[in-house]
């Protein structure tokens, strides 16, 4: 007898993600250089090795994790209160908000994806549009779909030197690109409900300034969006000319009950796998809803204790992890940015994250989506993964997301094999 799952199981059952399935397959077979120096060299899955030491340090220092009889008991799921202090102590200290943050309005998730999926639970009905920049982080479109059924539409960012090689491209976003693209879904008679931005951007790199950013917002106003800032790499600007201002720094917001920001210690603190998002909003109604169905989201509390303690060493934190933390992005930047330019790879100008959008147009054998996949092929023919444009709803094919933040000697093997893929790549297409 056959188990029948629901249907919407079902049409989940052969769903697989590509970065989800590409970062598997790396971690499944990783590269290691005693032992297993065959494997995947993954510069595909942003996250950052850079600060592994320091990080190791300070969470195994005696006292960090410390059970007690409180973590025996159930407790707010939407944070416990000495955690949300924390949280809006810290972006009260770095996002400069033009007051400080309030711990009410502060719900701490189980990670950044289980932000979005709060955020189109609570925002948007089955149906709607949330629109969003691309390229982009393509699990923006898994999020806020795969659940609860909200519709995302690309706002294409398009390379205005269409197949021009060598000059500096733009993929720029303005605030009239975003209201032509609302006015267009209008027109076809969709419900458009919200507009979601990262900040600084993935895969851009690019740090929007507070300027643009009330464009945009005053945008959604007028057409009655919510405006959802992710802000998960505000803490990681490497670029010492380039300073990032959070929504939160706004002194006046267009509409603050439509305004929500994401933030998470899976990028700016290095701690993907501890699992800890927040969601920063005015909307008291947001904010009830999310506390009455918290049970869902819930971070440990022994996790959210010891969370809290290295939010509030300040000195940890401003003088030793973050100052490194930056500097640390910075050389690794510079270096592959160097390396990938003796190769012939043009790199977009970029001042935060754990990655550079690469242009690899040059290299295919046809100035297509096959010609690109073609080249993704050969990159993991020779176990070095990188995201094609493609993959990141980027509609002009040959661009790649290289990240950068891995552990250097892993770093280093990864570029080598790149420059070994385009040499082979080179000889190889030229019989095609």
Not at 45 to 73: G, M, Y
Not at 252 to 258: A, G, N, T, V, Y
Not at 313 to 329: G, K, N, S, T, Y
Request: include cysteine; charged fraction near 20%; aromatic fraction near 10%.
């Amino acid at each position: 007898m056959t188990c029948r799952l629901s249907k919407r199981a079902q049409q989940m059952v052969d769903k697989r993600d590509f970065l989800d399935h590409y970062t598997m397959l790396c971690m499944h077979d990783p590269f290691d250089e005693n032992t297993n120096k065959e494997g995947y060299v993954n510069l595909g899955t942003s996250v950052s090795a850079l600060c592994e030491d320091i990080i190791l340090k300070r969470v195994n220092e005696p006292h960090l994790f410390e059970f007690d009889s409180k973590e025996q008991h159930y407790f707010p799921m939407w944070g416990v209160p000495e955690f949300r202090e924390a949280i809006a102590s810290c972006l009260t200290r770095h996002f400069a908000p033009s007051s400080p943050v309030c711990p009410e309005n502060v719900l701490v998730v189980n990670g950044g994806v289980a932000a979005m999926e709060v955020l189109a639970c609570c925002l948007l009905d089955p149906g709607d549009v949330l629109l969003t920049p691309s390229p982009c982080y393509a699990r923006i479109f898994v999020n806020f779909s795969e659940r609860f059924e909200v519709h995302v539409v690309d706002v294409l960012l398009r390379d205005k030197n269409e197949i021009s090689i060598g000059e500096t491209s733009t993929f720029e976003l303005t605030a009239d690109v975003l209201e032509a693209a609302i006015m267009e879904q209008l027109a076809r008679g969709s419900t458009v409900k919200a507009f979601f931005l990262v900040n600084p951007n993935n895969p851009l790199g690019e740090v929007y300034g507070p300027k643009l950013v009330l464009q945009l917002m005053e945008v959604c106003h007028r057409y009655g969006l919510h405006f959802i800032s992710d802000e998960a790499y505000a803490l990681s600007i490497y670029e010492s000319q380039t300073t990032f201002q959070s929504v939160l720094s706004q002194p006046s917001l267009p509409d603050p009950q439509r305004t929500h920001v994401i933030w998470s210690f899976s990028k700016d603190m290095n701690l993907a796998g501890i699992r800890i998002g927040a969601v920063i909003t005015q909307n008291k109604d947001l904010l009830h809803v999310v506390k009455n169905t918290s049970m869902y989201t819930a971070v440990p509390a022994i996790v959210q204790k010891a969370a809290t303690k290295l939010l509030n060493d300040a000195v940890w934190m401003d003088e030793v992890f973050l100052p490194i933390h930056q500097q640390r992005l910075c050389e690794a930047a510079h270096k592959t940015r160097s390396t990938l330019a003796s190769l012939g790879v043009e790199v977009r100008p970029a001042q935060a994250g754990f990655f550079l959008w690469a242009d690899f147009r040059r290299f295919l054998p046809t100035l297509n989506h096959d010609g690109e996949l073609a080249l993704f092929k050969h990159f993991m023919a020779r176990k070095v993964y990188v995201t094609p444009g493609s993959e990141m709803r980027c509609a002009d094919p040959g661009w790649f997301r290289i990240v950068f933040s891995a552990a250097p000697h892993i770093l280093e093997e990864g570029l080598s094999r790149i420059a070994d893929t385009l040499k082979e790549f080179n000889i190889t297409k030229q019989d095609l």
